[in-house]
Each structure stands twice: as C-alpha cells, then as structure tokens.
C-alpha cells in the first residue's frame, strides 16, 4: 500500500536529496573503510520511501547511491555497482515487507514487527555483497580485509532498516490516537528520563560512563515503559533519540560500547541497538494488538447490551400487546360464568377457557417478571413470612394437577425455624415454579416430597424432591438461564418459555438466597434446594388483604380505545347493575364528562389522542371524580405515574372480574 499523493519525479528528487545528506552523514562514520560505515541510515529512508511511495521512486535511491559514492571514493565503474546493489538491496527489502509483513502497516502486530526485521536483516545481505565486490574488483579495497568491510557494511544497513525505517514509516502515517494532557505530560516524563538516562550512560556526565561500566541496560525499562505506554511511533522516536545519544557518546569515548577501535565500538552499539528495537517494537505492537481487542470487545459488549436492551423493550412491548385482548376475552368469560343456566357441556368448555386463558396470562406475566428483573426493576417489600404456609399453599394450589396425574405429594416440613425475610407473593412464585415442574417432569405415578430443615443456624432449606426424568449433567448449568429447556424438554414438549427457573433464581438471589438443583441424571428424579436465612418468628402479614366490594349501582364513564375489551368490560359492568358510558378517547372522554355526572372513571392508559394520566388531570380540573387506570404495562413507575395522576387504582390487563369489583369497591370508598 503506498501513497500516489506525490507525483513521481518531485518525489524521486526529493528522496534523492535526503538520501544524499543522509548518506553522506553517515560516511562520517566510515572509520575502518571509507565506503562501509557501521552507521548508515540511507537504508532505512530507502527502504521507507519505498513502501510509501511505491516502487516507482526506485531511481532516487540509485542516483543518491550514486552521487554518495561517487563523491567519496572509487570510480564512476565502482560508484554504480555500490548504487546499484543499494536500489536492489531496498526493493528487496521493500517487496519481502510489502508481502510478508503488510507493507507499511508492518508495526501494527508484533508477528509482523517479526517479519519486517528478517526482510531487514536479510534484503541487507545484498548491498554489502555487491557494494563490497565493486570496490574490491576496482582496486578500492583489500581482498583480505573483505570480511570486516562487508559485515561493518551489512550491520550498519541492517540497524539502519531496523531504526531509521520504522521512525520514517510511522511519522509519515499518523497516528489515531488522541492525547489528553496527562499523556502529554507523561510523554514529556519518559524523554527526559531517557535522555538523563543516556546521558548518564553515554554522555560523560557521570564516572561510570567515563569508565565505560557495562550498564546499558538502564535504558532498557524507559523503551519497555514506552512501548507499552505509547504507540509504535513514541517507541520508534525514543530508540532513535536513545540511538543518536548513544552514538554520539560512543565516539567520544563514553559509555559501554567504547573498543580498541572506533568501528568495533559503533558495530558493538549497532547490534546492541538493533536488538533493541526488535524487542521494543515487537511489544509496542502486541501492547496496540491488545489495545485494539480491547476496543472491539467493548464495541461488541456495546452492541450486546444494546440487542439485550431491545429484546427486553420486545418483550416488555410484547407482553403489553399479549395481555390486551385477554382483558375482553377474560371479561366475556366471567360474564358467561355468571350464567346460571348452563348445560354441563358449556360449563366444562368454559372451564377449559379459563384454564387455557390463565396459562397464557402467566406466561406473559413471567415474560414481564423476565424484563423487571433484567431492567433492575422488582420491587420486593419484605416482610416476615411464614415459609411452612407458603408451601402449604402452593401445594394447596397444585394439588387437583398432581391429582390428574395421579401423583403422590409428600410434605416433610420439619424445620424449627421456618420464618423468613421475603416477599410474600414472590416467596411463593418460586415454591410454585419448583412444585409445578416436579408436577410436569414427574410421568404418572410417580412421588414428590417437599422437605423443610435448618441446614445450618439461621437457615432455611426447603427440598422439593421428584422422582421424574431428572436432568442430565450436561445441562444442569443452563437450567437457570431465560429460555432455556434442555433439549430433552424440547424432544418431548413439555410446554412452557423455560422461564421459570431463571425467574425463580433471580428471585432467590433477590432474597440474599441460593437456588441449586441436584439430579442423578435422566430418569433418576430431581431436588431442587431453596435456601435462605430465617428470622425470628413475628406476626404474619396476609398475602392478599380482602378488598371492599361496591354493592351500589354506578355511573360509569369507561374510555378504552380497544374496541372489543371496552364492550367486553362495557357489558361486564352492566351486568353488575352499573350505567355505563363508553368511549374510545381523550376528547370524547371529555365531552361525556362536561355534559354527565359520573361516579367513576375507568380509563386505559394509553389513548389514541393522549394518555388516561391526562385525561384524568383535565377531568380532576372540572370536579373531583374517582378513578382506576387500566393498561398491559404494570411496571412500578407506570403504576405510580397513574396514581400520581389521581387514579385510586392501576390495574393490569387482562382484568378479572373480582380484581376490578374490589378496585371499584375502594375507589368509590376512598
Ligand atoms: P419450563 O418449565 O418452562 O421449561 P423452567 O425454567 O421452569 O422452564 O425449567 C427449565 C428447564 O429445566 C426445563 O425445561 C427442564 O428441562 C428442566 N427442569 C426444571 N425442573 C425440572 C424437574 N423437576 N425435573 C426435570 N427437569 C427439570
């Protein structure tokens, strides 16, 4: 990948006057043959240049060669071989790059960053074996000192791949990163630490770097420091700062490095330097690698949150749209109920209704339970509760189904103290959960015992044991998440949203409790263990308290703009000997109540023209009236908003007859 941005030649001249600079810089370190220096960062640009601007620009790196060389030492004959193997040497280099290591993308993965120092170390085979042979068929170099020159050579255009191409490459693409102040500061900390540190290293400043100690390796945690703190480009800079410092001290006789001669001291540093950056590069691009997973985790968490967020908007808006049309199918059926004269025929059908209309309001309820406890919103009111009643009850309440199935139901409640801290109505969803499935996954025949004991102090533990289909080991993790049934569940089709034990679960870890199941496998039955802390026996609070019923005659104003649950209700009400006026929205609603005297207001809360909190504010402005909202969305802020509003009540759809005569019942007593 390289840039068309520059037109060719501009280009080629450019490179060739900043190859030609640098070239002839680096020939001022050209101790041992006045054409191979151990310091030569033209390769470097060279090979930069190429995989920024493309092949192309190959004629500026021959011409500087050229020019370099031609002006140094040798003749025009020699001068071309040197510029010629130098222009193969960086298309080598640049082509083993571009396809082995991603091109100028090279230091973005610490693999690639692997990838581009063999392409360095091995493309800079070819300069030194050309170059070298030129001089030496011209007459230029010594036969015998053939191996120092090519490998002074080699290693000064390796290191100079390895440092100057990286620092090049990385400027010229940018970064992305966005610095705040205090990275600014801290980048500010790390140069002058790096400079202070090769200073004392290389600089002269101190004794020890007079005395040439062995301590380069100082510097080593302020690259690392870099590199992990920073980007590829920092970490490039700080090697190349450290690199200058240390070359500069080197030749002055300081720090570590320092040899009998001036080219073995610059091929020791070369090599120390070379390593250096192989290793720091390397992390720096691991340390980016995981800067950018980390990244896309978050990005893909983000959008997980978000589906989840959707989904449980779905379902809340689902359930909302489920319960709507149960409210006048349910009313239809209480109306039926009431009907005395029945054939047993029609009584049974009816019954049947109810049952099947029952199974489906709970499995929306649970649907609603599901997104409550996902949006963090159950609202628990604790109370003291007798445990050993709440199962009593819930068997009460499953007994005529175990009894279908012909099902022996045990209870072993021999736990002293059985009092806990719950919420009464959701204490008993979760024994209800357990009871029924045990009822479900327990074929014909079979036995179920509930259990209480005091496991430990202050602990409760009921066991609802079956002797059913059990669970396999290979789900028993999942149970307890939302939907999910085992596949046996599904072979056989047992029925229900595999919702119940999620809820139950959530409901228990609401309670500071445990829920764990504990089968032997398929066949074998399943105990499901309920654990909680008890606290000491207190008066009970009622579940449910009686509610005052209205035995007058009413005047209605009814306002749904659900056409069948208004009639539904319309005649539910009439039945019940009340006059009732229906309409299906806000301004109708209002109309009705300029011209009529009404003792009670039923409104749906979500009207075609505005919601049933404004109708009742803009009623409440003309006279007092009493009223009960009714909706499919039960939430505690949908409840609250209403009664905010002035309603007495908020029911949720679907409405049984006995909950709205008992709503009725307050609203008119209050
Ligand atoms: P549902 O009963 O609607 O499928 P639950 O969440 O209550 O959903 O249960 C999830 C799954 O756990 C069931 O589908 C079933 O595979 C397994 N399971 C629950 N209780 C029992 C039990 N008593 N015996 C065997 N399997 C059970």
Known sequence: MHSRRFSTLPAIFVLTFIYFVAGKLGLRFASFHASASPVWPPVGIALAGLLLLGYRVWPAIFVGAFLVNVTTMGNIATSLGIATGNTLEAICGAWMVNRFAR????????????????????????????????????????????????????????????????????WAIGSTREWSRRDVIEVGVLLLLLVGLSEIVFGGWLAISARNYPISFICGPIVIWTAFRFTQRETATGIFILSAIAIWGTLRGFGPFVMETENHSLVTLQAWTAVLTITAMALSAAMAERRRAEVAIEQQK??????????????????????????????????????????????????????????????????????????????????????????????????????????????????????????????????????????????????????????????????????????????????????????????????????????????????????????????RGTTFFLTLRTVPPQPQIAIATAAPSCSRSLRILLVDDHSDTCTALERLLIRRGHLVAATHNVRSAMEAVVRNHFDLLISDVALPDGTGLDLMKQVRAIRPLPGIAISGFGANGDIEKSLQAGFADHLIKPIKLETLEAAIGRAIAS
């Open 302 to 523: 983000s959008a997980v949150e978000a589906a989840n967020r959707t989904k449980d908007n779905f379902l809340a808006m689902l359930s909302h749209e489920l319960r709507t049309p149960l409210t006048p199918v349910m009313s239809a059926l209480d109306s039926l109920q009431q009907d005395l004269a029945q054939s047993d025929e029609t009584k049974s059908a009816l019954a049947m209704i109810q049952r099947n209309v029952e199974l489906e309001s709970q499995l929306i309820a649970d649907l609603l339970d599901l997104t409550r406890i996902a949006k963090n919103k159950l609202d628990l009111k604790f109370d003291p509760v007798d445990a050993h009643d709440a199962v009593r009850n819930v068997i009460e309440i499953c007994q005529a189904e175990a009894k279908a199935k012909l099902l022996r139901v045990y209870i072993d409640l021999r736990a002293g103290a059985h009092y806990v801290s719950a919420d009464a109505a959701k204490f008993q969803q979760i024994i209800w959960n357990l009871l029924k499935n045990a009822i479900k996954f327990t074929p014909e025949g079979g036995e179920i015992t509930i259990s209480s004991c005091n496991s430990a102090p202050q602990s409760l533990t009921i066991a609802v044991r079956d002797t059913g289909i059990g669970i396999d080991p290979s789900i028993m993790e999942r149970i307890f998440n939302p939907f999910e049934q085992g596949e046996l569940s599904a072979q056989r089709r047992f029925g229900g949203l595999g919702l119940g034990l999620a809820i139950s679960k959530s409901l228990t870890e609401a309670h500071g409790g445990t829920l764990v199941a504990k089968s032997e496998g398929q066949n």
């Open 103 to 170: 091109g100028t993308r090279a230091f973005d993965r610490a693999q690639d960053v692997f990838t581009f120092s063999l392409a360095a170390i091995v493309s800079t085979l070819v300069s030194p074996t050309l170059g070298v042979t030129s001089l030496a068929l011209g007459g230029y170099a010594d036969w015998t000192k053939y191996g120092p020159i090519w490998t002074t050579w080699w290693l000064g255009d390796a290191a100079g791949d390895l440092i100057v191409a990286p620092l090049v490459l990385l």
